[in-house]
């Protein structure tokens, strides 16, 4: 499954968007400056491991660290979508004769 840039953008502002209960935010809007908190962070940051794990390299926990130091940082879907790209399984190199 790949998902582009985009896309992540708006699958992380969804769910930022569900955990505030309000509509999806977009690519640049601030999740902390919409009426997040800690708390709901750390919600977000576990529904988005749980639903791109198959996707990202390392173990749940340690990329939930990962991102709630981002999310800290730069608390915009855009800004998290760039640490979950980052944090991409890399595929497997195609061996010989292929």
Do not use: Y
């Not at 969804?14 to 935010?25: A, D, F, H, T």
């Not at 902390?32 to 173990?59: I, M, W």
């Not at 855009?78 to 790209?85: D, F, I, K, M, S």
């Amino acid at each position: 499954m790949s998902i582009d840039q985009s896309n992540l953008d708006t699958a992380i502002g969804e769910v930022m968007g569900q955990v505030l209960v309000r509509e999806p935010l977009s690519a640049d809007e601030d999740f902390f400056d919409c009426g997040g908190d800690s708390l709901r962070a750390v919600e977000v940051l576990q529904r988005l491991v749980e639903q791109h794990q198959a996707l990202l390299e390392g173990p749940a926990d340690q990329l939930q660290a990962v991102l709630l130091e981002a999310i800290f940082e730069d608390a915009t879907p855009a800004g998290l979508a760039a640490v979950v790209t980052a944090h991409r399984r890399r595929p497997a190199p195609a061996g010989p004769g292929h």
